[in-house]
């Protein structure tokens, strides 16, 4: 289904949730409204009733006393009637109020799954076009010794790229399915982060990765995923950073907490923003021209580990430019 289609299906159930609303708020009014006809009807006709059975002349305190009963009846049940309706009105409210925020909620899961679907499709497609096209040029062509050793650093970088991306579909779906067994062992963060820098150096020899790294950084956790998390903060990083611009890695140790912070120079997270990209397939900008790679799982993924390790993760502005993703962890 296209985007286009899917707002026409928006439409047209946001149409009918307002039609049937309005309607539902009318038949509640033409309720009150006939309820309170016939209460005063029905206080005409014992006020009539009563003026023929008791004479006010008479008896005048107890015609006095009867009108006062019959007047005090009408009164009960209008506010009875009233606040029915103003009960009726709030639930009617509140019910529409929670089906509304739930189906559009809906509509945005469907969107953010289908916007994923075609992001995977396109990064699981890219780099095995690339590993084909190289391994025919290599088949087909004798090429020299510097030139295989390229195209086999070029294959190499896209089967590292999709082994990651399907790490990354596999744990968050063991994580959200809870088929993944989190172990909790001692371990050292100084030299996991300086592992992965260092892999992350290998890989992309054109960009600069900086790093301030404490020793003896000892943590708590799943070195698997902790390893997961660290790389998809330097990945995404690296992705949205100009590739003359660092990327730093800092950890540091502050009393009875550990700092992990990822520093880039890109183009920045607005406040509004900060928040939803936690969010699982979530992803800023315009899906229809975006130019980045991506699935919107890298960034729900270190949310989700720092929180199944009792950690804390933000992202604040780095001044002049870019963003500062830190993880606090409590030793």
Same mark, same amino acid.
């Given at each position: ?11 047209? $159930? ?21 309820? *309170? ?69 809906? @509509? ?126 330097? $990945? ?28 880039? *120079? ?11 990209? @936690? ?45 500062? @993703? ?6």
């Amino acid at each position: 289904m296209s985007k286009k289609d899917v707002r026409k299906k928006l439409r047209r $159930a946001t149409i009918l949730y307002w039609t049937l609303l309005i309607y539902i708020v009318a038949a509640l009014v033409w309720w009150f409204i006939s309820l *309170e006809s016939q209460n005063k009807d029905m206080k005409h006709l014992k006020i009539g009733q009563f003026r023929s059975a008791v004479d006010s002349i008479s008896a005048p305190v107890m015609f006095n006393t009867g009108l006062q009963k019959i007047n005090n009846d009408y009164k009960k049940n209008k506010t009875k009637y009233i606040g029915e309706g103003i009960i009726f009105l709030l639930v009617i409210g509140v019910g529409a109020m929670l089906v509304y925020r739930y189906v559009r909620r809906q @509509f945005n899961v469907q969107q953010q799954q289908q916007n994923f679907m075609m992001a995977v499709t396109h990064e699981l497609k890219t780099p095995i076009s690339v590993v084909m096209l190289n391994l025919e040029t290599i088949q087909k062509y004798s090429l020299d010794t510097e030139r295989q050793k390229k195209l086999m650093g070029v294959m190499l970088r896209e089967t590292s790229r999709l082994d990651f991306l399907t790490n990354n579909i596999l744990v968050a779906s063991q994580l959200d399915g809870g088929g993944y067994k989190l172990s909790k062992e001692e371990l050292d963060l100084s030299d996991l982060l300086k592992d992965c820098v260092g892999d992350f150096r290998s890989r992309f020899p054109e960009r600069v990765f900086k790093s301030e790294i404490q020793q003896g950084a000892d943590v708590k956790g799943d070195a698997l995923l902790l390893q997961m998390m660290i790389n998809n903060l330097l $990945a995404n990083a690296a992705k949205y950073s100009p590739k003359e611009a660092p990327v730093s890695a800092i950890l540091r140790k502050e009393n009875d907490l550990v700092k992990l912070q990822i520093i880039d *120079e890109g183009p920045g997270i607005p406040d509004d923003e900060k928040k939803k990209v @936690f969010k699982k397939f979530y992803r800023i900008g315009n899906e229809a021209i975006r130019k980045t790679q991506g699935t919107g799982l890298g960034l729900y993924l270190c949310s989700k580990i720092a929180r199944d390790h009792n950690a804390d993760i933000l992202v604040t502005n780095n001044v002049p430019v870019g963003s500062i @993703f830190t993880v606090i962890f409590e030793t």
